[in-house]
């Protein structure tokens, strides 16, 4: 004669707790992978409009040096004070206290309206009238 298996009576509660449990990872894992997806997109869109915001300020800093120049033209005021040569002005070559900013400066060449100072020399990036090029340094 057969015997039937003896089932323990909680052996029908665990069962049933691990099939709550798995379903509770599942909606738990779901909810990660979208918080992560969530993210990536706003991620995304954010290093559009940083990307987008560098494109303008790298048009409108030879601008704004050009508008100095016009205002110091009108008014006969002195216009920041730009690197002129290989080393800015009152550096005496020697160590520096402290370093002129990389910006749009006037062209110390004079062959262009500006040329970039990238903080430790001239660049060949230059400007004329809002349009910029590149020009090797002299």
């Not at 430790?120 to 910029?132: E, F, N």
């Amino acid at each position: 004669m057969a015997h039937a298996p003896v089932l323990h009576p909680l052996a029908v509660t665990c069962q049933q707790s691990s099939t709550a449990g798995a379903v509770t990872g599942l909606v738990i894992l779901l909810a990660i992978a979208g918080a992560i997806v969530g993210l990536a997109i706003a991620n995304g869109r954010a290093r559009q409009r940083l990307a987008s915001a560098n494109a303008e300020i790298a048009f409108l800093r030879p601008e704004n040096a050009r508008l100095q120049q016009w205002v110091a033209g009108l008014t006969g005021s002195a216009v920041s004070p730009g690197p002129t040569g290989g080393t800015p002005p009152g550096y005496g070559g020697g160590p520096a206290a402290y370093s002129v900013p990389p910006q749009w400066y006037a062209d110390p060449s004079g062959r262009h309206e500006l040329r970039y100072w990238d903080g430790a020399g001239w660049s060949d990036r230059v400007s004329d009238h809002g349009t910029t090029s590149t020009d090797p340094a002299v």
